[in-house]
C-alpha cells in the first residue's frame, strides 16, 4: 500500500520585492570550497508583466472524453513487476520443451491411404463378375416370369376350351374324353346317367380360375362356372401327363355307388359300398357297439342330404386312428373322406354301419384308387 501523505505540498506567495535580509554567514566545506563565492545573491531582471501571477487554462471535465474507470493510486502501486530476465528464461524452456514434427506418422497413414485405395480397386475388378452374374440372374428371372405369364396365358385358354368341351358332350364317351382318369370313370358315368341322363348344357360364363397345390402337385386348377339360370359350380381340372387339362368328373357329381338317402332308409346288407362322407366324432354306442372302448364311433351324413348313419370301428384299428387324425387336421370339424362301408346282416343297430376301410382322406383321388370293391 502506498504511504499516506502527511504533509501536503503548498504554493507560497512571493512578494516581487525582495525582502531585507539580514548578514549571511556561509560555511565552507569541503564540497563547497571548488563553488566562487558571492557574498550577494544575484537577481535576473525581469519584466513587471512576466512577474504577474497567470492562471492555467483547464478546460473542464465534464467536455473531456475520460476513461471509464480511473485506477487509484493503490491499484497503480499494487500491479505485478514483470522479471524480463524470467521472461526471457520461459521463452528457452518453451522452446526445449517443443517436440520435432512426427513425420513418419504421416508416411505411415499415406501407406495405410494408399493400401485403401489398392484395395478398394481390386475389390471393384473382384466384384465384376459377380455383377455381371447377378445381371444375367435378373435378366433371366425377368425371362422366366414372362415365360411363366406366357404359359399360364396359354393354360388359361387349354383349360376354357376343356371346359366348354366337357359340358358339350352328349354322351358317356365323350364326357370320359374330357374327364380325369378316363378308362376309370367311364363305367360310373354310364351308370351315373340312368338316373342322370347327359345332356349338353351351355356355360355362360368361366368366373374364375385358380392354380393349386394337391399332394404335393402343382398340375391342379380349381375353376367357378356360371350357368343359365343362376347356377354355379366349382370344379377341378388337372393337367395330366401328356399336358392335357381335363375336368374331374367324381368331385363335380359327387359320384356315389348309390343315393346315400336310399342307402340309409334300405339298408342293403352284406356289401361293400365306396361313398364320399362328412365324418364328426361322435359317443353313441348301442347294441352290438355297446362294449366300452371297444369302438369308436362318427357321425356320417353326405352331400344335400338329410339322412345321418353312425359309423363304427375299431377303437384299436389304424383306420380308426387316421379318421381321428384327419378330423384333428381339421380342427375338430366335419371332414371329407371316402370310407368303405358295409352292414352286416341281422345287424340290430338301426343306424350303425360298420367303416371297413379309409380308402382317401378327400373326396378326390389324385391318383387312381388300386381298391375297387
Not at 565552507?28 to 497567470?54: C, G, K, V, Y
Request: proline share 6%.
Amino acid at each position: 500500500m502506498a504511504r499516506k501523505e502527511t504533509n501536503k505540498i503548498k504554493l507560497k506567495l512571493v512578494d516581487d520585492k525582495i525582502a531585507q535580509t539580514g548578514e549571511v554567514v556561509r560555511l565552507d566545506n569541503a564540497e563547497t570550497e571548488s563553488f566562487p563565492m558571492r557574498m550577494i545573491p544575484i537577481r535576473l531582471d525581469q519584466d513587471d508583466a512576466a512577474l504577474q501571477p497567470s492562471r492555467l487554462n483547464i478546460p473542464d471535465k465534464k467536455e473531456l472524453e475520460l476513461r471509464t474507470h480511473q485506477p487509484d493510486i493503490e491499484t497503480l502501486m499494487d500491479t505485478a513487476v514483470v522479471n524480463a530476465g524470467s521472461m526471457e528464461n520461459d521463452w528457452g524452456e518453451t522452446v526445449e520443451k517443443r517436440k520435432p514434427i512426427p513425420w513418419g506418422w504421416f508416411a505411415l497413414l499415406g501407406l495405410i491411404i494408399t493400401g485403401a485405395i489398392f484395395w478398394s480397386l481390386a475389390n471393384i475388378e473382384k466384384s465384376k463378375p459377380q455383377v455381371r452374374r447377378f445381371k444375367i440372374e435378373a435378366e433371366t428371372m425377368l425371362d422366366n416370369q414372362q415365360r411363366e405369364e406366357l404359359e399360364a396365358s396359354n393354360e388359361i385358354k387349354k383349360i376354357e376350351q376343356a371346359i366348354y368341351q366337357f359340358f358339350s358332350a352328349t354322351d358317356a364317351e365323350s364326357l370320359a374324353q374330357n374327364a380325369r382318369h378316363p378308362d376309370r370313370v367311364l363305367p360310373l358315368i354310364r351308370a351315373h346317367q340312368v338316373a342322370h341322363p347327359i345332356k349338353p348344357t351351355e356355360v355362360k360364363a368361366i368366373k374364375s380360375l385358380q392354380p393349386i397345390t394337391m399332394g404335393n402337385r402343382a398340375t391342379f386348377w380349381i375353376g367357378t362356372v356360371a350357368f343359365d339360370g343362376g347356377l354355379v359350380r366349382d370344379l377341378i381340372i388337372e393337367f395330366d401327363q401328356s399336358g392335357v387339362p381335363r375336368v374331374d368328373w367324381e368331385t363335380l357329381v359327387c359320384a356315389q355307388p348309390m343315393p346315400w338317402d336310399q342307402f340309409a332308409r334300405e339298408r342293403p346288407s352284406a356289401k361293400f359300398l365306396d361313398f364320399r362322407v362328412y365324418a364328426e366324432e361322435d359317443n353313441l354306442f348301442s347294441h352290438e357297439f355297446s362294449a366300452p372302448g371297444a369302438w369308436l364311433c362318427f357321425r356320417l351324413t353326405s352331400l344335400n342330404s338329410e339322412e345321418f348313419l353312425f359309423g363304427y370301428i375299431p377303437a384299436n384299428s389304424a383306420d380308426a386312428l387316421k379318421i381321428r387324425h384327419e378330423i384333428a387336421k381339421n380342427r375338430g370339424m366335419i371332414t371329407s373322406l371316402i370310407l368303405r362301408l358295409i352292414i352286416p346282416e341281422q345287424l340290430k343297430s338301426p343306424r350303425g354301419v360298420v367303416i371297413e376301410q379309409v380308402l382317401n382322406d378327400r373326396w378326390i383321388y389324385i391318383d387312381p384308387p388300386v381298391h375297387e370293391p
